[in-house]
């Protein structure tokens, strides 16, 4: 299984990126998946999730209103779109994939978000 995650890069305060993660060798339509984030000198943490039908978003406070997670499972890809980005929304986003609720067997490689103030 794979898990590729891209789309990271540099933009003001106030900016958008869109992340994208596309999957391999994975039966995407059965697994819920979801962004997750990890900050320097901090420990991970959830940031959105989507129900394998796509029927069901969650998302932590602080990005709620800010960002959408969507899949499109006939891709096998997932996307989070990010806009009102913060300087504290800069991190490594890791997109993961599982088929029990909350609970993510399989992990990308992150990409890079930094916002400058």
């Known amino acids: 299984v794979q898990l590729q995650a891209s789309g990271g890069g540099l933009v003001q305060a106030g900016g958008s990126l869109r992340l994208s993660c596309t999957a391999s060798?994975?039966?995407?339509?059965?697994?819920?998946m979801a962004w997750f984030r990890q900050a320097p000198g901090r420990e991970r943490e959830f940031v959105a999730s989507?129900?394998?039908?796509?029927?069901?978003?969650d998302y932590t406070a602080s990005v709620r209103g800010r960002f959408t997670i969507s899949r499109d499972n006939s891709k096998n890809a997932m996307t989070l779109q990010m806009s009102s980005l913060k300087p504290e929304d800069t991190a490594v986003y890791y997109c993961?994939?599982?088929?029990?609720?909350?609970?993510?067997?399989?992990w990308g490689q992150g990409t890079l978000v930094t916002v400058s103030s």
């Open positions: 993961a994939a599982g088929e029990t609720p909350m609970v993510y067997n399989y």
């Open positions: 060798e994975l039966r995407f339509s059965c697994h819920n």
């Open positions: 989507i129900s394998a039908s796509g029927g069901r978003t």
